[in-house]
C-alpha cells in the first residue's frame, strides 16, 4: 500500500495551487497581513494558508468560485474580484510573509487552515476581531495568539507561530 499525502513529508501544493490573486477577496475592504514563523522563530518560506470566512452580515454561503481563464490559452488569470465567495488561498513569500484583502467578517472572525513542511496534518486557527465565548475561555496571554493588532484604520497584522514561546492557539476539529 502507498503511502497518502498526510503520511508523508511534504508539501504537496500541485498544480493550480496557489492561485493568482488567491487572497484577493473583496475591495473596499480591510487587509490583514503577517508571517509564518517555525519554532525557532524562522520564518517559513513555503506554507500554505486558507481562509473561510462570513460575509459582513454573517452570511456564510459565499458566491460561486470566481476564478478566470484567458480564453486563448487557457492560463489560469485569477478572482474576477468582484463576487464575495468567502474563501481564499494565499502562499507565503520568501520572507514567510502573506496578505488577504477581504471585508469585516459579520461573525467576528476568520477561519484559517496552515499547511506547511514539516506538518503531517494541517492546522487550524482563527483571526478574531471580536470577542466572543471561545476567546474568552483562554487565558489571556493565549487568547492574544488569535487577535490581530490594528496598524492603522483598514490595516491588521496576523502572525502564526506553529511552536514555541509565541504558539498560535490551534483548534482540534476532528
Known sequence: MNPTPSQ???PFYGYALPIPRGGD???????VHGYVYDGAGEPVPDALLEFWQ?????NLA????????D???????????VDFT??????????????????LPGNGYISVCVFARGLLHHLYT???FAQDAFLGSLPPERGRT?????????????DIHLQGDKETVFLDFG
Open 54 to 58: 462570513a460575509d459582513p452580515s454573517g
Open 86 to 103: 468567502g474563501f481564499g488561498r494565499v502562499a507565503t513569500d520568501a520572507d514567510g510573509g502573506w496578505a488577504l484583502r477581504t471585508l
Open 71 to 81: 480564453q486563448v490559452s487557457g492560463v489560469l488569470l485569477g478572482r474576477r474580484g
Open 146 to 158: 488569535l487577535v490581530p493588532v490594528e496598524e492603522r484604520a483598514g490595516v491588521y497584522r496576523f
Open 8 to 10: 508523508t513529508v511534504g
Open 25 to 31: 477577496l473583496a475591495e473596499g475592504g480591510i487587509t
Open 126 to 128: 482563527r483571526i478574531y
Open 62 to 69: 459565499g458566491a460561486p468560485g470566481t476564478l478566470r481563464r
